[in-house]
T-cell receptor, first 111, second 113 residues
Framework: KQEVTQIPAALSVPEGENLVLNCSFTDSAIYNLQWFRQDPGKGLTSLLL?????REQTSGRLNASLDKSSGRSTLYIAASQPGDSATYLCAVEGGSYIPTFGRGTSLIVHP | DGGITQSPKYLFRKEGQNVTLSCEQNLNHDAMYWYRQDPGQGLRLIYY???????QKGDIAEGYSVSREKKESFPLTVTSAQKNPTAFYLC????????????FGPGTRLLVL
């Protein structure tokens, strides 16, 4: 059964820092990996979707990479801002087509 | 304005009571999902539906029931058999159950009185 682990569980940084959030998964036979953002008490918003044939995706200050063979993905946030404070979840989709979610990384960016 | 709506935002359940959470989407998506989220936990799948009049159990279906009579609607009933229902419930939809981005509603927080 697919297991998804996110490290660190929590992160607090000053504004302006570049950040790396990590996601690892146990079964490399995946179709895609997706990063989501969740604000407190809210639903999830999709940030980036990487298909299994791709190595990375970029959107503004966000860059996500995928190394399927090693079962790892990273989400890079450049020049962090207080508005980036949220929980970031990764989800992998495999043979069942139903995504498996990690527990998330809770990020606080303080001014 | 297209999207997914969930109601109510907060719901209180008394012991032995069944309660129903609403999920509606106007995105014309075939697939819909229900997840449960507990503090510090990832999302766990309760039920999903690939098409109208069809649904499948997820990892934690016990104590829950669903229906999919209309494409736009996928209500979740939390029955009295669910002994620990306090959680945040999230509904999602996608064009199909194959390699598609999921779109999430704002969630319903269920509390037990």
């Amino acid at each position: 059964k697919q297991e998804v682990t996110q490290i660190p569980a929590a992160l607090s940084v000053p504004e302006g820092e570049n950040l790396v959030l990590n996601c690892s998964f146990t079964d490399s036979a995946i179709y895609n990996l997706q990063w989501f953002r969740q604000d407190p008490g809210k639903g999830l918003t999709s940030l980036l979707l990487i298909q299994s044939s791709q190595r990375e995706q970029t959107s503004g200050r966000l860059n996500a990479s995928l190394d399927k063979s090693s079962g790892r993905s990273t989400l890079y946030i450049a020049a962090s801002q207080p508005g980036d404070s949220a929980t970031y979840l990764c989800a992998v989709e495999g043979g069942s087509y139903i995504p498996t979610f990690g527990r998330g990384t809770s990020l606080i960016v303080h001014p | 304005d297209g999207g997914i709506t969930q109601s109510p935002k907060y719901l209180f359940r008394k012991e032995g009571q069944n309660v129903t959470l609403s999920c509606e989407q106007n995105l014309n998506h075939d697939a819909m999902y229900w997840y449960r989220q507990d503090p510090g936990q990832g999302l766990r799948l309760i039920y999903y539906s690939q098409i109208v009049n069809d649904f499948q159990k997820g990892d934690i279906a016990e104590g829950y029931s669903v229906s999919r009579e209309k494409k736009e609607s996928f209500p979740l009933t939390v029955t009295s058999a669910q002994k620990n229902p306090t959680a945040f419930y999230l509904c999602a939809s996608s064009p199909a159950v194959t390699q598609e981005t999921q779109y999430f509603g704002p969630g319903t927080r269920l509390l037990v009185l």
